[in-house]
RNA sequence: GGCCCCAUCGUCUAGCGGCUAGGACAUCGGCCUCUCACGCCGGUAACGCGGGUUCAAUUCCCGCUGGGGUCGCCA
């Protein structure tokens, strides 16, 4: 079998929608598995909704996300650089091909140029609708045997034959039977000569090569049309793989009124990019019983057989839970990438930018089980980087009362006698004092916590010791056992 | 409304004629415990309905119902 060829042709509208990441993933887990190529196209032929930057935020998302392109636009460098064979992808810089081929299509009368205008056809919409509500317009052929008249602006429609059917077999739902009856002459070239997406998408998926499209199932319904296009043009036609629809949790299209639904705001919330994919991959694809996938065990399970056909419904917490389990430490994420990713959230949260890496990296293990965000991660490490900790004002009130101060200055006493401070010697020395002061660790833990780090909840008190220091936590003590002492409590 | 697609716990799903219908998330108990988490153990919870086919249907067929998609010089 031959390589595949795969795409992914966003139109450059907005941010990248968490459901065209999961199109992505799919086309780019196949050409992965595969050995064959990946092509991003920018389909910007919609003048009046493309912006060069929310194109931006699409090759952002995608390289956040680890989706590489082999072919494509470069925007690292001059847009014009051509990669591989072709590019850069984007159909405006195309409208001279698309020309070329609507212009065959004319010559060997499989199309046709047609002037009425979209008021008139509007008009002829209505007036059939005042007749029989229930008709359904078809443009009528009007043009398809006059010439039009070369003064006036002029779509180019393509000739459907009323007779015959279209079929296909898509890799997830089988094989798609439609009658060409159903169809109708639907234009290809608007007036001012940009293509529609059915010609538009064709003419590139031609001469691009490609050799499977997989894409959302709301493109089902363009499939025989395009069908038609490749025969009429003499091409092959390529794989079609149509996905189900990833729904909100009210059962509507996912969109901006239910939650998060942009790549980038998962990005700055703290969710790491394989997390995404992995909860993304196992929407509507399944591998057994397993969940948890790191990319190159998604690469080496994914296949079309397994992808379900129902359309579902985005469950944020789910992906919540998948991401804590790429967070957790695994197989999935060494320790160096979660210091490196968190690192940027600790900066983030101001005032702390005097932390490195390395100072992430030896505080790591106290809470790298315990995050399920890179958001919540830098709030956790927060206090070990922050002198004075930011006191909980609830928690200084409940806890740094009259009297703490004196255990809070007896403890301190006692750790800084400590040579070797370390986990488990910090422990010991607690021990014994707690001991010594006959107190049950209960009921001096929180202020001692509080102390540290200025809350209730926190890693086990001696890893915090340990990673804060000796010399750190007896000033801690110090100063919470200060605070104590002008406690009215 | 026409055309098209779909249908297993609340959610994502396994199942491809015979299973106590499995897993994960969520949820509810319990254990662990210096706090909060984590972790561990256990529970509640599903084959939309009606006809067929068959010795036997969650599984195959038909209808209904329900949900979704789409009906542009948007993509």
């Avoid at 509500?133 to 000739?159: E, I, L, M, N």
């Amino acid at each position: 079998m031959e390589k595949p060829r795969l795409r992914f042709a966003p139109s450059p509208t907005g941010y990248l929608h968490i459901g065209g990441v999961r199109t992505a993933l799919f086309n780019w887990l196949w050409a992965k598995k595969t050995g064959g190529t990946f092509v991003l196209r920018i389909e910007d032929t919609d003048q009046e909704r493309s912006t060069a930057q929310s194109m931006k935020v699409i090759f952002d998302s995608l390289k956040w996300l680890g989706l590489s392109w082999d072919e494509g636009p470069n925007p690292d460098g001059d847009f014009d650089h051509e990669i591989g064979t072709f590019g850069p992808y984007t159909q405006m810089k195309r409208l001279d091909v698309y020309k070329h081929y609507a212009e065959r299509l004319i010559q060997e009368k499989k199309a046709y140029r047609c002037d009425c205008t979209k008021e008139d056809l509007d008009r002829q919409r209505e007036a059939l609708k005042r007749k029989d509500p229930k008709a359904q317009f078809k443009y009528p052929g009007t043009c398809r045997h006059r010439t039009s008249d070369p003064q006036k602006p002029s779509v180019v429609r393509f000739k459907v034959d009323p007779s015959g059917s279209v079929s296909y077999v898509d890799k997830v739902f089988g094989e798609v039977v439609t009658p060409n009856i159903e169809l109708q002459d639907f234009v290809i070239l608007r007036s001012d000569g940009v293509p529609l997406y059915n010609f538009g998408a064709v003419v590139d998926d031609i001469t691009m090569h490609v050799s499977l499209v997989a894409r959302g199932r709301d493109h089902m319904i363009n499939t025989p049309q395009q069908i038609l296009l490749y025969q009429a043009l003499g091409a092959s036609v390529p794989e079609f793989a149509h996905l189900p629809m990833m729904l909100a949790q009210s059962g509507e299209k996912l969109s901006k009124r239910h939650g998060a639904v942009s790549v980038g705001e998962y990005e700055s919330q703290g969710y790491a990019p394989g997390a995404m994919l992995n909860y993304l991959a196992r929407f509507g694809w399944s591998f057994g019983d397993q969940e948890i996938f790191s990319k190159e065990e998604l690469i080496a399970a994914f296949d079309w057989t397994h992808c379900g056909r129902g359309d579902g419904k985005f469950d944020p917490k789910k992906l919540l839970a998948v991401n804590y389990e790429h967070l957790k430490s695994s197989r999935l994420m060494p320790d160096a990438e979660y210091a490196d990713r968190v690192l940027g959230f600790v900066h983030a949260r101001g005032g702390l930018d005097h932390v490195t890496t390395a100072d992430v990296m030896r505080a790591l293990y106290t809470i790298r089980d315990r995050a399920q965000t890179f958001v919540q991660a830098a709030d956790m490490l927060d206090p070990f980087f922050r002198t004075p900790p930011v006191m909980d004002e609830n928690a200084k009130a409940k806890f740094l009362v009259k009297q703490a101060a004196p255990r809070l200055r007896s403890l301190r006493d006692a750790l800084a006698a400590v040579s070797d401070f370390t986990e488990a010697s910090a422990e010991a020395c607690m021990h014994a004092w707690l001991a010594e002061v006959r107190l049950d660790i209960k009921a001096v833990g929180q202020p001692v916590r509080v102390a540290l780090t200025g809350r209730t909840a926190s890693p086990s008190l001696y890893q915090v010791m340990f990673v804060l220091g000796r010399e750190q936590v007896c000033n801690r003590l110090a100063h919470a056992a200060d605070i104590a002492e002008k406690s009215a409590t």
